[in-house]
């Protein structure tokens, strides 16, 4: 790992980042209570190589609804090819639509501290207080950061 120092003459591959987008376009669902990829379609996931700043910054957007007047839920998992899980599914950094309305809601996250050149993956996780969670649209978008 190349570490960047007062004096230290930079080069352009020093400052390269990259950006990935994924995204999902098909309906999903789900019933599951506990965080899971939908029932239909698997695993939604997009990587991207930590660049030297050891900072990647995540962002997902989803359009979903539920059956019933219940919720839908849908967080995210991320590991690092070196550094293992790096963030685990929570309900205080969720996308959470109540009710049978169709809501496109979508949340950014800094990840920091990451080991610069390992592959981090972002997966997408959903889960339901109650009744289906349909999913309609998902994307994740990992950004570099210098």
């Known amino acids: 790992m190349t ?12 400052l390269t980042v990259d950006a990935v987008q994924v995204e999902d376009a098909t309906t999903r669902t789900t019933t599951s209570g506990t965080y899971a990829n ?43 090819s070196t550094s293992g899980s790096v963030y685990s599914t929570s309900d205080t950094a969720a996308l959470i639509v109540a009710g049978t309305d169709n809501s496109s809601l ?3 996250y800094l990840l920091t501290g990451l080991t ?12 339901v207080s109650g009744g289906t969670g349909t999913i309609d649209y998902r994307l994740i978008l990992l950004t570099g950061c210098l």
């Open 3 to 14: 570490h960047i120092r007062a004096g230290m003459r930079l080069k352009a591959s020093m």
């Open 106 to 108: 979508d949340l950014s």
């Open 38 to 80: 939908a029932a239909t379609g698997g695993a939604f996931s997009a990587a991207i190589t930590v660049p030297l700043s050891g900072k990647v910054n995540v962002e997902m957007r989803v359009t979903e609804r539920n059956s019933g007047a219940t919720n839908t839920i849908t967080s995210w998992i991320a590991s690092g």
């Open 116 to 127: 610069a050149g390992e592959l981090l993956t972002v997966t997408m996780q959903h889960r």
